[in-house]
């Protein structure tokens, strides 16, 4: 069988790599003098393995809610005779200048530190360690990097790195004097404070460079590597004739990024003339941005001109003018938010821009990591595409948003539209081509999104998104994560409505088909506390909705075999607001089959029934025997509850009014009032609570129940419990109410004809889980 999209294992490597830094302690390391991490004398590592191991960590922390950071673990890597470190990639705000000075002394070739905004003046000290071996360094949108931390002396004490970093003086004494071997080198965002051109004059061999985001006082400074620079990334940097020139002096340049966030206010003018200068000059080029540019004039062929037959990547076919020069079709060309992708002759393999869904993907792929702003937009296109059109690179699509959604944990655009596009993404209609392994990444970045933000529409999308999942089947294995993200939702003070009701619905289908142990775990999170919550405040705006009902099924899913669950129904006031909610709303039919549900899950717990027990609660069941809400359902259920109080005997009755004989003889009449032949709204996995029931003569009418609920069950749906009535003993049972004389006639006609029944079944071997009574109804 072909395997499905997304389903590759992990190597081997990756695999041990993520077990050795959840297992450190039990792997490479031991407890040192005050709990500090040490790696074991015995151990000699490889850069390879080593530099896997930092920037799988780092992986780790920023993407895995579960995985508990370690105080001291750069201090791993303190000493190279043991450890060794070649390249390196740190990012966000975790990072702090005491972890970058712990691996001071290893001979780093490639560094890159990506919005690092915890790093201060005090990290470039450091980098200065590594100036005779970096070869690439990347120091994206570190803020802070070039100025002192505030309240302290550069050299500041580990202390100080508790509060984030905080501006003071820039630092003026850094250059780049030294890095002789430094060929590749990323300043993007750097401080309008710093001057780039003195910064960057000791570097004599670049041959890549990215000034993205930065302001240039003056632009002739490029030409010192003009016969080096084989890259330029001038993204959003603001370009004047002085500039294109100078560019234009940089002959050997293979990729050129001149592109800008459309938004963003500029007084240059694209021409066509500067594109045909561009490709004139600039020979070697096979990567060309231009996005976010308005061409100022007409460059593009006539539509009426264009070159017949479909679309061509052929140069001398070009539907852009300029581009008819290239010598061959560009690798790469960025045409993100300008009218030129909408022309059909394009002389690229790959082309950014918004036509299409290959172009929109294309997008998303260039600039997730260091253009989120861009990255947003085109997730946002790909919404588009999915919800109204069809998604053809299914893969590809899933990949892409969830790799931006994880390398941009913190940006809330990014997590409102990625959250949004996974819905349509993980849809029906896609589901079938999706691996586990695949679908599973889906669930744990939009559990991250869940846990990072309480924005509502965040929430919502993360939320709806879950539904697209078999529940409980697909969120197991993050079982106890994903309930306490959906109870903290749930918690009074959200007030948005559909939230709310998706997040019940959920809570609901979770705690529906788990084992018990599931259950408790839950109940101990406060699962039953937050639903009597929603119900009392329902109560309060006197509205039973959606909300309300689910919050009832859940409650009746939960309390299924799990008594701990069923004490703290009882102890949190859920008798009292049972009796409200039948008060204030008497025709509600499935809202009273749910409460009559979970009210038989207590009353199955022996300990529990005396606290049913009285005269209120005993004639609200008694009357509710004559209900003929959701078909036999509520008056099954609260005959149900009563057989088991009955099965105590008389000697628990203390109460005068009503009398046991009278509550009985009702008991009788309601059930002698059931068709048999009707189909239920329940789902029996155990009848071990029936059986229970049969061989005794304390409580005929109990027996009489029991003897009816599994002669409708296997009457109806035969192939589903005879079978189950067989495995669990209950054709033994059956004889022994036969045998008893208490048992009444009609009960034993009954027996026999259960126990027929099951004789003429021809036996289907099935698998069956404990637990009793599970309320499908309410799944979505």
């Known amino acids: 069988m072909a395997a499905k ?5 992990d190597s081997l490597m990756t695999l041990a790599t993520e077990f050795c830094l959840k297992n450190l302690r039990n792997t490479m390391c031991y407890q040192g003098f005050k709990n500090k991490l040490c790696l074991r004398s015995d151990i000699f590592l490889p850069s390879e393995i080593c530099d896997k191991l930092v920037n799988t960590y780092m992986e780790l922390v920023h993407t895995n809610s579960n995985f508990e950071p370690e105080e001291s673990f750069f201090q791993l890597f303190a000493d190279p005779r043991s450890t060794r470190l070649t390249r390196v990639q740190l990012r966000e705000d975790f990072v702090r200048d005491r972890d970058l000075e712990a691996i001071r002394k290893q001979d780093l070739i490639e560094l890159h530190l990506i919005y690092c905004n915890n790093l201060s003046s005090r ?10 071996t970096l070869v690439s360094l990347c120091l994206f949108s570190c803020s802070n990097l070039f100025y002192k931390k505030g309240g302290a002396p550069l050299a500041c004490n580990d202390d100080s790195e508790d509060s984030p970093a905080s501006r003071q003086a820039l630092e003026t004494d ?5 890095f002789n071997r430094l060929r590749l080198l990323n300043l993007g965002g750097l401080s309008e404070e710093v001057d780039a051109e003195v910064l960057l004059r000791p570097l004599k061999s670049l041959t890549s460079l990215d000034l993205s985001n930065v302001q240039l006082q003056g632009t002739t400074f490029l030409t010192q590597w003009k016969d080096r620079l084989t890259s330029l990334v001038l993204y959003n940097v603001d370009l004047s004739d002085e500039l ?3 560019v234009l002096e940089l002959v050997n340049l293979r990729h050129l990024d001149i592109s800008r966030e459309s938004r963003k206010v500029t007084r240059f003018q694209m021409i066509g003339k500067i594109l045909v200068a561009l490709v004139q000059r600039l020979i070697h080029l096979v990567s060309l941005d231009i996005s976010g540019h308005i061409m100022l004039d007409n460059c593009t062929v006539p539509h009426v001109e264009e070159a017949m037959g479909r679309p061509s990547i052929e140069p001398c076919k070009s539907s852009i003018i300029p581009f008819q020069e290239l010598k061959r079709p560009l690798q790469f060309l960025g045409l993100y938010d300008t009218t030129l992708c909408n022309v059909t002759h394009i002389p690229a393999y790959k082309v950014t821009g918004s036509k299409n869904e290959d172009q929109v993907l294309n997008a998303i792929e260039a600039y997730t990591e260091f253009r989120p702003e861009l990255a947003h937009r085109a997730i946002n296109q790909l919404f588009d595409i999915a919800r109204i059109q069809h998604c053809g690179q299914l893969l590809r699509a899933l990949q892409l948003v969830i790799a931006a959604l994880k390398c941009h944990k913190f940006d809330k655009s990014i997590q409102v539209t990625g959250s949004a596009a996974l819905f349509y993404l993980t849809n029906t209609e896609y589901r079938s081509d999706q691996s586990v392994r695949l679908r599973r990444e889906v669930i744990e970045v939009v559990l991250n999104g869940m846990e990072q933000y309480q924005e509502v529409t ?4 993360c939320c709806l998104t879950l539904c697209n999942f078999s529940i409980p089947e697909e969120l197991e294995f993050q079982y106890s994560r994903v309930n306490q993200l959906l109870l903290k939702i749930l918690e009074p003070a959200r007030q948005d409505e559909s939230i709310q009701r998706i997040a019940v619905h959920l809570c609901n289908a979770l705690v529906c088909q788990v084992d018990n142990h599931h ?7 406060g699962f039953v506390k937050t639903m009597l919550n929603l119900i009392q405040k329902k109560l309060h705006d006197r509205m039973c909705d959606q909300v309300m009902e689910f919050s009832w099924s859940a409650l009746w899913n939960i309390t299924d075999e799990t008594p701990d669950n069923c004490q703290m129904f009882l102890n949190c006031r859920g008798m009292s607001l049972f009796l409200e909610c039948l008060q204030e709303f008497p025709d509600k039919q499935e809202l009273h089959r749910n409460m009559l549900g979970l009210l038989g899950n207590v009353a199955e717990v022996k300990a529990l029934r005396p606290q049913l027990l009285t005269p209120q609660f005993i004639t609200v069941f008694s009357n509710l025997l004559d209900s003929k809400a959701d078909g036999i359902e509520v008056s099954y259920n609260a005959c149900g509850v009563l057989s088991h109080i009955m099965f105590d005997g008389p000697e628990v009755w203390s109460m005068d009014e009503p009398l046991r004989e009278t509550v009985m003889d009702k008991m009788w009449e309601a059930i002698q009032s059931w068709d048999v032949s009707s189909r239920r709204n329940i789902n029996y996995r155990s009848f071990e609570p029936i059986l229970r029931l049969l061989p ?8 009489h129940w029991a003897t009816w609920a599994l002669y409708n069950l296997v009457s109806v749906y035969p192939s589903k419990y005879c079978p189950l009535l067989i495995k669990e003993g209950g054709i033994d049972l059956l004889e022994k109410v036969l045998e008893l004389e208490s048992s009444h006639h009609e009960t034993k006609e009954m027996a026999r004809k259960v126990m027929e029944q099951c004789e003429n079944f021809k036996e289907d071997p099935m698998e069956t889980n404990h637990g009793q009574e599970v309320n499908f109804e309410q799944r979505g």
């Open 5 to 9: 999209a997304g389903d590759n294992p």
């Open 123 to 132: 990290s470039l000290k450091t980098l200065i360690c590594f100036r005779e």
């Open 174 to 178: 850094f250059n780049f004097e030294g």
């Open 244 to 246: 294109v020139n100078n």
């Open 458 to 461: 965040v929430q919502r999308n």
């Open 519 to 525: 259950k408790e775990a839950v109940g101990k999170m």
């Open 696 to 703: 005794q003569s304390i409580s005929p009418v109990s027996q």
